[in-house]
């Protein structure tokens, strides 16, 4: 019998039960409105190219750091205080030694990936420094340093001053005999300090070193300072990142007011998210076959003991280097001793350098008075004073690196490592000024083969051969995308100095300020090669067609060569114009 | 001086022995309790035993020596130095049999060509020529002689006598051959080799006669007990497993950087470059790009 | 090609070639043939699949291999370490490779254009945070009121003071401490670890001993040693030093050092004057002594002198002599402070 209503059914009607993510979301936007935030964040787009990912092998590398460094806390005991060592280690047994080393060694040999998770620990850092240095070398040849991001830059270089010093601390903190040896050179470098440098010495060490606080000190700088700071850095930078939207190379459809790429999620979310888990999973396999950071084969500190080949770790090899190859300079005055052999290339070099890198942008934009903001990338070559400079600081860096290690480059290639010192000395000065120019002339022939490329063409490698008998390369025109993307920049643009002084002869003020800037930018920008005009293209691709026109009988026909012979096979539709695309 | 020396003896012997007894019999008897005498002694002191056995010895490393050593070290081994004041070989007088066995049998010896070291190569002579030329030296001077077998022999050495040859180890060896001793740089291009798959004998030799740069290391201050701790301990450790994996040279922090920057940044820029790299695309017919 | 370009040029001549525009989107292989797409999707799950086998592994490696007394091994490595070492990360790692994988191949890649915006405020929001701004600092009066606005810097500035104090007893002062060591006349030289005293005749040319001051190795009236633990420490980080014999015509001893040795042994510092590590590397034949740490090289026959490296003083020498029982001891304590350099050292 029919119903006077139709029934989808025998159930009563439901409504549809939420599904959970939905209801969670809900419960939490009815809290904290996220869905303000959320809307613009979750589509936002990010280009896509492999050395934007430098900065992220950094930001993964910290996060390995946390997790592995958390594991470690849990059997770490921070303490000098003597204990005997009755663990596995056979070759140590019965030893007095600090709490820390033997916590360490108990870590090694008696937690199950206990040394596991200390070789993770110490390979990722060693990552985290190097990522965030070749991370820096991309921001700086690529020009995203210029305004707005020069704030990012200045927190960038905090992070990697940083970020070295919880190497230097976390390494040390085992007590051993290597790391205890850098830890003795540290307090030499403090007591070299002029009038500060034996109450800083006494003051960090509690008393004469090596004292018995040292170690639980650099345990609270360790986990507690510097990782606190880190981590708000961290977050300041990547917030930047977020508000400034990410830079990107020049290419169609890709101007300074817009961002082509691909949108967070779903794509950012897993080529990031997988790069963590590559990441994690690159620093687990050498945590696991490459042993790192042997400390029971040191021994525990012993300030009579150390080792052939005591250098720190990688990240602090420059200044090791220029230690060693600094001359034995001391003066007596008055009854103080100022320690030049010392106190130059331990703080005063770093400290310098350290300046300079966080003042590049600012001196940059100082230099040439650009105070345009910049989306757009450049292409190295396209600022040759800018990436020579940074060459010649690389080589500097490069070179007092090599130093620290001159005793194992002795060894290795049977040099004297007199020989490499006295070498050293004299290529720290040399060697950077011939890397600048060595690499400005490089772009600026990069630079002179690209504007060639613009206005005649690429070189096809197809030699003709005309009626009297030359020879010429068949060249052809770029395709639009590639020449568009080698003109989207900017020209240069080179201060002129107005005129300095008034009708009375009177100099302006701030006129020699004016002056060295204006001489400045000219040597900044001297030589650069700027993108054709309108009409110099127009007047290159006349030539061009010019030169084509003495081809055209062969246009259409192979060009074999045998077009003068009788003897070609006339390939149909071949066309030399479509040649590539 | 037999008439005076027969009548002292025979006053001495007594008048009735004096007939029955032969003129040449106190003589005799002296020579007979001097042979008795320096015979016993001879048997029981073993370095002139061996003397007696090998003078032979001696003469067979003496000729391998003008062959093989005497260009650098002198017909006597003297030492030979130039006029200009060049040194090319030094005095072997003194530096007895444990040098020789040291610097021969690890191949040190003959050097091929002048220099700062003489690096450790192919052994050039078989054991029983290394013996003969330590006996030709040894005769030259005394000197430090080849350890006894019981001396470096650590096979059964107690994990006491190895944590204190660690110790030992840490305190005089690794500043010069490293924590591991994988080897370390001296002034000049010398450097102290690696001490991995050195022999226990030669390692005892060398602390015992300090080849070329290297300290000596005498018995009366680092006693045997002392030496075989420190054998011990090498020993042990060359067993030892990596723990941690590859071990990558044993050098400390440098090789660790450069595997960082090599394997590790490079393993993970070449990710970063697959990442982002174009992947295939399905061209359209009759279309540019 | 001109190289100065004024401002001019900049501004009238336009770009000369035309943006053509972000190209078309062409689609992949996956997109267009679903045999492709399946087997992509079996590829990205197969990588997932893996790393959860490897993940098993790891936790199953973790129980089954032995570490402590009697560790397990593999290929002379520690079994332990490569298998959980090596499963996590194969296990991390093939996860990266699906996701990413994922992306690449499946996942929508038709290129977004999103507008940047300028990082400067707008002008309205400007004038109006700036006119809240002085509306707050006119209603709060500092402006007129330089007394308060003095009086709040100078009591905030002295809350700086205690923030410095507080941390003076992080140690405490220097005074002469680091000018004189343990060493005293008549206190024997004894080889380090062994702790053996030392006779002349027992050494040889050309040895090395490494040496400590006799009191490390003696007891208190309670038995206890008379230094251990931090003391120990603090004093060898000073007081370490070497033994070092040469032939007496090798020396050239400065003025009043002839008699600072005996029978052509002399006692150095073991500890460098250039940052402090100790320095053992002693060639017999050159009679150079080499730190490892920054390679300063110093001559034990030239009364310490400096002849390489960054170090700028001459390293310290202990004068010796014999005592009655015929062993090696101090004259009296170093006469200059030892190890590195330091402002009131004079």
Not at chain 1, 80 to 95: A, K
Not at chain 2, 256 to 281: N, P, S, Y
Not at chain 3, 8 to 14: K, N
């Amino acid at each position: 019998m029919k119903t006077p209503f139709t029934s989808n059914g025998t159930k009563a009607a439901a409504a549809p039960k939420p599904n959970r993510v939905g209801a969670v979301a809900e419960w939490a936007d009815e809290r904290l409105g996220l869905a303000t935030m959320a809307k613009k964040q979750i589509r936002k787009v990010f280009p896509d190219h492999w050395s934007f990912m430098l900065g992220e092998i950094a930001l993964w590398s910290f996060v390995v750091l946390l997790l592995t460094g958390t594991f470690l806390t849990l059997w770490f005991r921070p303490s000098m205080g003597e204990t005997v060592y009755n663990g596995s280690y056979d070759q140590l047994r019965g030893l007095e030694m600090s709490e820390a080393y033997a916590s360490t060694l108990d870590i090694s040999f008696d937690v199950r990936a206990g040394l596991l998770m200390r070789q993770m620990h110490h390979w990722s850092a060693m990552l985290f420094i190097a990522a965030m240095l070749v991370h820096l070398m991309r921001v700086y040849f690529t020009g995203a340093f210029r305004k707005p991001r020069e704030l990012n830059w200045v927190i960038g270089s905090l992070l990697l001053l940083l970020g070295t010093l919880e190497g230097f601390t976390g390494y040390s903190l085992p007590d051993d005999l290597l790391s205890g040896t850098g830890i003795r050179a540290a307090d030499g470098f403090m007591k070299s300090m002029p009038v500060v440098g034996t109450y800083m010495s006494f003051f960090l060490f509690g008393g004469e070193f090596p004292g018995d606080s040292i170690i639980p000190r650099l345990y609270t700088v360790h986990v507690l300072l510097i990782p606190g700071v880190l981590l708000a850095l961290i977050a300041a930078h990547m917030l930047l990142l977020v508000y400034h939207k990410h830079t990107q190379w020049p290419g169609p459809g890709r101007t300074n007011d817009n961002v082509v790429g691909y949108p967070m999620l779903p794509v950012y979310a897993a080529k990031a998210g997988g790069f963590f888990f590559i990441v994690f999973g690159v620093t687990a396999l050498m945590g696991a076959f490459l042993s790192i950071n042997p400390v029971w084969r040191y021994g525990s500190y012993n300030p009579s003991e150390v080792t052939a080949g005591s250098q720190p770790d990688w990240y602090m090899g420059w200044p090791d280097g220029a230690l060693r190859i600094m001359p034995g300079w001391e003066t007596h005055l008055f009854g103080f001793t100022l320690s030049w052999n010392v106190f130059l290339p331990i703080i005063v070099l770093p400290g310098l350098m350290f300046t300079i890198l966080l003042m590049l942008p600012f001196v940059e934009a100082w230099i040439t008075g650009d105070k345009r903001n910049h989306h757009l990338l450049q292409r190295p070559r396209n600022a040759p004073t800018r990436t020579a400079l940074m060459v010649s600081l690389m080589t500097f860096y490069g070179l007092l690196w090599a130093a620290g290690g001159n005793d194992l480059i002795a060894i290795t290639f049977h040099l004297s490592i007199n020989q490499i010192t006295h070498f050293m000395r004299v290529a720290v000065f040399v060697g950077p000024l011939i890397a600048f120019i060595i690499t400005r002339r490089w772009c600026i022939s990069l630079q002179r083969k690209d504007q060639d490329d613009l206005l005649h063409g690429y070189e096809t490698g197809v030699i003709m051969r005309d009626a009297l008998g030359g020879y010429t390369e068949r060249h052809l025109p770029l395709p639009t995308a590639e020449a568009y993307t080698l003109t989207a920049r900017d020209r240069d643009e080179i201060r002129q100095l107005e005129a300095g002084t008034d009708e009375n002869g009177v100099a302006a003020k701030g006129t020699g300020k004016a002056k060295l800037q204006a001489r400045l930018s000219h040597w900044w920008y001297a030589h650069n090669v700027q993108k054709p005009t309108v009409a110099e293209l127009e007047e290159a691709h006349h030539h061009v067609e010019v030169e084509d026109a003495h081809d055209a009988p062969l246009v259409g026909h192979a060009a074999d060569g045998h077009q003068f012979d009788g003897r070609h096979d006339v390939v149909e539709g071949d066309d030399l114009a479509h040649h590539r695309d | 001086m037999l008439r005076i020396f027969q009548r002292t003896t025979g006053r001495v012997a007594g008048s009735i022995s004096r007939r029955r007894r032969s003129r040449f019999a106190a003589p005799a008897v002296l020579l007979i309790g001097l042979l008795a005498t320096g015979g016993v002694y001879a048997a029981f002191t073993p370095a002139d035993a061996a003397k007696q056995d090998d003078a032979s010895e001696v003469a067979k490393g003496k000729a391998l020596f003008l062959v093989g050593c005497s260009s650098c070290h002198g017909m006597n081994g003297e030492g030979v130095t130039t006029k200009r004041g060049k040194q090319l070989g030094p005095s072997l007088v003194g530096v007895g049999a444990a040098a020789v066995d040291f610097q021969v049998g690890t191949g040190r010896m003959p050097m091929a060509q002048p220099g700062v070291q003489a690096p450790s190569k192919q052994v050039l002579y078989t054991p029983e020529e290394i013996s003969q030329l330590g006996a030709y030296v040894a005769s030259l001077g005394p000197g430090p002689e080849v350890p006894p077998k019981s001396e470096y022999d650590v096979a059964k050495a107690s994990n006491e006598s190895i944590v204190r040859g660690g110790e030992i180890f840490r305190t005089n060896c690794t500043a010069c051959h490293n924590f591991a001793g994988s080897g370390g740089a001296l002034p000049q291009g010398k450097y102290a080799p690696k001490l991995t798959g050195v022999s226990a004998k030669h390692i005892y030799e060398a602390l015992l006669t300090g080849p070329q740069q290297m300290p000596v290391f005498s018995d009366h201050v680092l006693t045997p007990e002392d030496k075989a701790d420190v054998i011990a301990y090498l020993k042990k450790t060359e067993k030892t497993p990596g723990y941690g994996g590859f071990s990558m040279g044993a050098l400390g922090p440098v090789s660790e950087g450069l595997f960082a920057w090599l394997v590790g940044i490079g393993m993970l820029v070449g990710f970063a470059v697959w990442i982002a790299a174009h992947t295939a695309r399905v061209k359209k017919t009759g279309e540019d790009a | 090609m001109s190289d100065v370009h004024s401002k001019e040029i900049e501004r009238t001549e336009p770009d000369p070639i035309a943006d053509p525009g972000v190209e078309p989107h062409l689609p992949r292989p996956t997109d267009v043939d679903p045999a492709a797409e399946r087997r992509a999707e079996r590829q990205v799950a197969t990588f997932f699949g893996l790393s959860a086998v490897f993940t098993i592994l790891c936790c199953v490696s973790y129980f089954v291999f032995a570490v402590g007394d009697n560790p397990d091994t593999i290929g002379g490595l520690g079994a332990s370490n490569v298998a959980i070492g090596g499963f996590l990360g194969l296990a991390l790692l093939f996860i990266g490779i699906g996701a990413i994988q994922w992306a690449r191949k499946l996942m929508g890649d038709h290129e977004i254009i999103e507008m940047r915006h300028p990082s400067v405020s707008s002008d309205a929001d400007r004038d109006e945070a700036l006119e809240a701004f002085n509306t707050g600092v006119t209603e709060s009066g500092i402006g007129r009121r330089p007394l308060i606005r003095n009086s709040l810097i100078g009591a905030m500035a002295a809350l700086g003071l205690p923030a410095v104090i507080f941390l003076r007893d992080l140690g405490p002062l220097p005074g002469n401490k680091l000018a004189h060591t343990v060493w005293r006349k008549n206190m024997r030289v004894v080889q380090d670890v062994t702790g053996v005293p030392i006779r002349p005749s027992d050494m040889e040319i050309g040895q090395l001993v490494n040496t400590e001051p006799g009191v490390f190795y003696k007891d208190g009236p309670d038995g206890e040693p008379l230094f251990e633990g931090t003391e120990l420490q603090q004093a060898k980080t000073k007081a370490a030093t070497i033994l070092v014999r040469m032939h007496p015509d090798d020396i050239t001893p400065s003025r009043g050092r002839a008699d600072w040795g005996v029978d052509g042994i002399l006692c150095y510092s073991k500890i460098c004057t250039h940052v402090g590590c100790p320095i053992s590397l002693w060639e017999q034949q050159t009679h150079h002594l080499l730190c490892p740490c920054h390679q300063s090289t110093f001559d034990l026959a030239d009364n310490g002198k400096v002849i390489f490296g960054p170090a700028a003083r001459p390293l310290p020498q202990l004068p010796i002599m014999v005592d009655s029982a015929g062993y090696l001891v101090a004259q009296s304590d170093f006469p200059e402070p030892v190890g590195p350099s330091y402002w009131e050292r004079g």
